[in-house]
């Protein structure tokens, strides 16, 4: 057993506050190896933001639980390397589905975890989340719930619909789970594929996919019901074309690949949104950094020729994402 704040970690309640109060988001960027982490520590550390490494079961399986929480914790020390005096970086469980999934996440030093009982009976919900929380927070570990339904597939997280969370539910929801932030569903999707054709419509100039706009009065409704109370948003990448086209022209097949525009999760990092979760997006930029570097040299096979550059790729995408997107840039001390 090892408690997060021996491995220099942080629990996202004052991270979280500050967000709110300070109308900023705090970027959740998944993470399954070695590439990606640097990605992040080093956009994160540059641009002086916190952050949270999200890992998912999946990633878990993937990667091994040992060796991501050792990365995790040798991240810490490599951005104090890389400047940043007082790094804030969370490790969190993205979309556990057991108390004991979430136990052993806690018992493993994760300083939050998520515990997803978003397809259970709303009572159900309840129950398992308040069952983690009285656990986590022995510990200190902050706890993710999630109350409606993302559309979408994330690792074994598969919806057809998605259901929009019903303000009259969060007040009671949160009070009897005891949660420390909630996941909610406003129209952002899990994946590369948000959004079938048929529900966007097209961009006359550019013949690009536009999807429907998020439920901002959901949302709003929901701060009204909980003032400062930390909101998340999942699935919220952009899947920005420049990648998607990369991919196409060295030999990839993402027809109609589409996000959620910038735009809208610049606006919602405004609100009591103070987390928003960002995987596919990186899946993308890496992608395309392989497929681009293999197809113009052939004769490489060294992992590290086409991994910097997918590295590179990365980390300019933490930045913009940071910067442009969540605005979470210089708010370290
Ligand atoms: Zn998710």
Known sequence: MVNFKELGLVNTREMFKKAVDGGYAIPAFN????????????????????VILQVSKGARNYANQTLLRYLAEGAVQYAKELGCEHP?????????DTFELCKSCVDMGFSSVMIDGSSLPYEEN????????????????????ELGVLAGVEDDVVAEESH????????DFSQRSGCDSLAISI???????????EQCTRDPKTGRLVP?????????????????????????????????????????N?????GIPEEQL????????????IDSDSRLAYTAGVRETLAQHPDYFDPRQYGKVARNYMIDLYKHKIVDVLGSDNKLA
């Open 31 to 50: 993470f399954n190896n070695l590439e990606q982490l640097q990605a992040i520590i080093t956009a994160s550390s540059e641009t002086k933001s916190p």
């Open 88 to 96: 804030e970086i969370v490790l969190h469980l993205d979309h556990g």
């Open 126 to 145: 309840i129950a398992l989340t308040k069952k983690v929380v009285e656990y986590a927070h022995q510990y200190d570990v902050t706890v993710e719930a």
């Open 164 to 171: 929009y969370t019903k303000p009259e539910e969060v007040i």
């Open 187 to 197: 129209g952002t999707s899990h994946g590369a594929y948000k959004f079938k054709p």
């Open 212 to 252: 429907p706009p998020l439920a901002f009065n959901v949302l709003h409704e929901i701060e009204k019901k909980l003032p400062g109370f930390p909101i998340v948003l999942h699935g919220s990448s952009s899947v920005p074309q420049e990648y998607v086209d990369i991919i196409n022209k060295f030999g990839g």
């Open 254 to 258: 993402l027809p109609n690949a589409v």
């Open 266 to 277: 610049r606006e919602a990092s405004k609100s009591a949104v103070c987390k928003i979760n």
